[in-house]
């Protein structure tokens, strides 16, 4: 799980660095990392404020980002 989740931070940075093209990989692993962000949420309040600059939330896909 951990390798999935390095992986998804992985492609994430590199596509803000412009070293990854935008595709359905971004897309996916900035919605995985929304997921993993929520868990963090729903554990504990330190978290509560914890959000996403807005160039990676304009990677999730639309259906996700509303959420």
Known sequence: MLATECNDLRIVRESINGQHSIDPSVTE???????????????SRLFAHVGFSPYVESLMPDSVALA
């Open 29 to 43: 692993a900035a919605a995985s990392l929304l997921e993993k962000l929520d868990q963090l949420k729903a554990s």
